[in-house]
């Protein structure tokens, strides 16, 4: 049975190797970049907790990892959060935010049009990290510290302060988290349960508690390294950093004429129930049978797929049992001419944990838009213990164009698996052409936002050969820094009315902006400049602090040096402004 197909209109990011976006993540796997490094020393003192020894009490004998430049800044004030409560904030929160705001700007959606709308809000994480950190310092609780700490204002932070209205659930499957909640928001898209979904997941790494954990459990690397499907796999590294969806149905999508990033035409999740090796080994028939039900609900066809992207931790016991899943079903009934392609992208950026699925469905949409899988870091000797030829497995060793085997175009299957037995599975595919839209007309001047800045009407006389460039920021600093943007964005060959036609239409006018009209080109640019150095910009037809929109005129008479007794008591009593 066919079920309804779901699309990504919108995609935020932080991953390991300073990326903050999808074109940088692309770079990163295009340039086959290990993004692994090791905590900061200062993140939690790890000199004190290192120790060669496996079965050091209190120790933990590797802190690499992949690592995001900073989890600490946040910009509270732009979210209309107080110091105070922003510093007892989960960092996990904060960066959700951001996100979550990055993904809506993304999908050319104004965060203030979605205010009391059906949205549901589903995120994967468990990392209970820096509420620990607190409950070592009982001083420091106050009011906002159950909010700040508690794993279920995770999701309900965004659903609150974009007053979305649909479920709002965080979910703990540990390192299939992510892909279960994107599941859950599927399901609930597919139903009519909600017309659109925020979904991802998220880990940062805040405490040693776990290192030392999974150090006495013996599955971290000691090289510190993810060698997926090699034979010197012998252990993960552990990751941070978050991805974030926007969801909506894909008939609601192209009629709407969105930017679709990719499809989701199918998805899945089960359990391992009991498994004889343990709770934290998982089960190759389990997510064989996964698989199957995934693709016999969709309709498709694994022959189709052009890659898959596995969990692929790297470990001696998880690899080869994922790999039997897959080339008994994904991989099933190919020549042995022609294996079915797969990788993992932990060999870059490390295992993200309960964000692992997002950082493999980010690469897997990479992949379906620029037509080629990446290298799969660190494999040089396939491991012994996976059949591949036998299996019709093949690891992207090398940069490999993709080719589409079927009417839907590049098809990918992403897998992953949680250590308490529970999997996830989806299936993405190439977006379907876009139709010819008619555009819009741009906004007039008395309805756009901008039009009033500092209490001078700027018309629509600017007489320009380019389309004014209307661009908003929350603070002077944040201006000056998009405008640097902008110029960056010129830098690679975007093109100005395109530009200016986004900034207009699709983006949320804040409380500081600016216009300009240029000339030509050139002028623009300068302007530009001008602006990110926070100087006075030739073409700038306005800049300043908006008013508010709803504003009214205010006549205050106070008492204190009036120019005589009762003044301004008949016009209090007579006008009605």
């Not at 992949?66 to 960066?95: K, T, Y």
């Not at 030392?212 to 993960?236: E, T, V």
Request: negative net charge; charged residues 20%; hydrophobic residues 40%.
């Amino acid at each position: 049975m066919d079920t309804k197909k779901i699309a990504i209109v919108g995609m935020a990011c932080r991953f390991p190797g300073s990326v903050t976006n999808l074109e940088e993540f692309w770079t990163l796997l295009r340039n086959e970049r290990d993004a692994v490094t090791q905590i900061p020393p200062d993140r939690f003192g790890t000199d004190f907790y290192l120790h060669p020894a496996p079965r050091e009490p209190g120790k933990s004998y590797t802190f690499a990892a992949g690592v995001l430049d900073d989890v600490a800044g946040f910009d509270a004030g732009f979210f209309g959060i107080s110091p105070r409560e922003a510093v007892q904030m989960d960092p996990q929160q904060r960066l959700l935010l951001e996100l979550a705001w990055e993904a809506f700007e993304d999908a050319g959606v104004r965060p203030v049009q979605m205010r009391g709308a059906r949205g549901g809000v589903y995120v994967g994480g468990e990392t209970p990290d820096y509420s620990v950190r607190q409950a070592d310092d009982p001083n420091s609780t106050d009011p906002y510290s159950a909010t700040g700490g508690t794993l279920s204002t995770i999701s309900n932070r965004l659903s609150y302060l974009f007053d979305l209205k649909g479920p709002s659930i965080t979910i703990s499957t540990a390192c299939s988290s992510s892909l279960v909640a994107l599941h859950q928001a599927v399901q609930d898209l597919q139903i009519g349960n909600i017309d659109f979904a925020l979904t991802g997941g998220i880990s940062l790494l805040t405490h040693p508690g776990a290192f030392i954990g999974f150090a006495k459990a013996s599955m971290l690397s000691p090289r510190g390294r993810c060698r997926a499907f090699d034979a010197s796999g012998d252990g993960y590294v552990r990751a941070e950093g978050s991805g974030l969806l926007l969801l909506k149905p894909l008939e609601r999508a192209l009629a709407d004429g969105d930017v679709i990033h990719a499809v989701i035409a199918g998805s899945g999740v089960n359990s391992d129930g009991y498994t004889p090796g343990g709770i934290s080994v998982p089960g190759t028939a389990t997510q064989a049978a996964l698989m199957r039900d995934v693709y016999a609900r969709s309709g498709i066809d694994p022959h189709t797929f052009s890659y898959f992207e596995a969990h692929g931790t790297g470990t001696a016991v998880g690899d080869p049992i994922e790999a039997r899943a897959i080339g008994q079903v994904a991989a099933a009934g190919r020549d042995e001419s022609d294996p079915l392609l797969i990788g993992s992208v932990k060999t870059n950026v490390g295992h993200l944990e309960t964000a692992s699925g997002m950082a493999g469905l980010f690469k897997a949409v990479l992949c379906i838009r620029h037509r080629a899988a990446p290298r799969t870091l660190h494999f040089e000797a396939p491991n012994p213990n996976i059949d591949f030829k036998g299996l019709r497995l093949k690891v992207a060793d090398s940069y490999t164009p993709l080719q589409a085997r079927g009417e839907n175009g590049i098809t990918i299957g992403v897998n992953s698996f949680g250590f308490g037995g529970t999997n996830a599975h989806v299936v993405l595919m190439e977006p379907p052409a876009p139709k010819k839209k008619i555009e819009k007309a741009a906004p007039s001047p008395a309805s756009a936002p901008a039009t009033q800045i500092n209490g001078a009407a700027v018309t629509q006389q600017m007489a320009s050969k380019l389309p004014p460039l209307m661009f908003t920021a929350q603070s002077t600093p944040a201006l000056a820094a998009l405008a640097q943007r902008y110029l960056g964005l010129l830098d690679t060959g975007c093109d100005w009315a395109a530009l200016a036609a986004q900034t207009a239409r699709r983006r949320q006018w804040l409380e500081q902006r600016a216009i300009i009209a240029p000339s030509d080109l050139a002028e623009g640019r300068d302007a530009l400049a001008a602006l990110a150095r926070g100087q006075d910009a030739p073409g700038c037809v306005a800049q300043g602090q908006a008013i508010e929109a709803q504003a009214r005129v205010a006549l205050v008479f106070s008492g204190n040096g009036a120019q005589w007794p009762g003044m301004g008591r008949q016009l209090y009593a007579e006008n009605p402004v």
